[in-house]
């Protein structure tokens, strides 16, 4: 009786933190755990991450994908910038600093970004982009990523379920260095960020923002779906890399990419393009 009041108690204080954290996403309007551990720690704990990587690996020397790579996602982020101070949310963008680089390596067929803006495409993924407007929709996609703050989000659902254990462990009398192992593992979510894996909600949702990003942009929205076709075709029987595998199925995402279109065709025809 005792000790199912103490996790009780310990439940109700997780869920009152978890709504005090709660913030919403951008033009879907999904509310999202995000502060329990702050935007600024992650974004810190990122721009390290993503150095780390950078380092360790060799960029592409290929001046002319190099370029191309920067010029869609500095052209997607100003557009994201202007969008989100119209609408009076700019401080979502708080702490980012934008990098689009290139990994020379042409058997992996991906892009992440990582929290804060962090942006990187292998080489692999250009044969399917094919072109400025084919990295565009990915562009779009991992950039959503960042605004939406998938990567924040993930991480506190990871930290908040710990605490919840560890809260739990503590007032039902258990061994107290829980609370201990908690901070490792939170100190060692840093070490994977690049390897997150999102949820379909995430991917969806980044779907969605990035056919309005890269429509505000100025890059005509219909290429997704046909750059999702070209992905399908491509990667014709075998299990594809993290790109493929995290992400909903090539049909679904088609279908739902075409179901959205309408309306990011309407961005696009506003930005003058
Ligand atoms: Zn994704």
């Known amino acids: 009786m005792k000790k199912i009041s103490k996790s009780l108690i310990a439940s109700i204080l997780l869920l009152v933190m978890i709504t005090w954290a709660c913030?919403?996403?951008?033009i879907t309007g999904r509310r999202q755990l995000t502060g329990v551990i702050g935007s600024e720690q992650i974004i810190g704990m990122s721009a390290d991450a993503y150095k780390q990587v950078l380092d360790s690996i060799p960029l592409s020397?290929?001046?002319e994908q190099v370029a191309m790579i920067k010029r869609v996602g500095t052209k997607i982020q100003k557009a994201v910038e202007k969008y989100l101070t119209d609408n009076g949310s700019a401080s979502l963008l708080d702490g980012f600093n934008w990098e689009f680089n290139l990994i020379d390596n042409d058997s992996?067929?991906?892009a992440w970004a990582m929290p804060g803006g962090k942006v990187a495409f292998y080489t692999g993924i250009l044969p399917i982009c094919k072109d400025d407007l084919g990295v565009a929709v990915v562009m779009g996609h991992e950039v959503a990523h960042?605004?939406?703050k998938h990567g924040q989000e993930r991480m506190n659902q990871n930290y908040a379920k710990q605490i919840g254990l560890s809260i739990g462990a503590i007032a039902?009398?258990?061994d107290p260095t829980v609370s201990q192992q908690m901070v490792f593992r939170a100190v060692g979510i840093g070490t994977d960020l690049a390897l997150l894996k999102y949820s379909r909600t995430h991917e969806s949702e980044a779907d969605e923002l990035g056919l309005t990003f890269m429509a505000i942009a100025g890059y005509d929205p219909s290429e997704a779906p046909k750059f999702w076709e070209r992905m399908s075709a491509g990667s014709s029987g075998q299990a594809p890399p993290e790109f493929m595998s995290t992400h909903p199925s090539h049909e679904t995402r088609i279908n739902r990419l075409n179901a959205a279109l309408p309306k990011a065709l309407e961005y696009y025809e506003a930005s003058g393009k």
């Open 146 to 148: 960042a605004v939406a």
């Open 61 to 63: 020397n290929n001046q």
């Open 108 to 110: 992996t067929v991906n």
């Open 172 to 174: 039902l009398g258990q």
């Open 23 to 26: 913030t919403k996403v951008p």
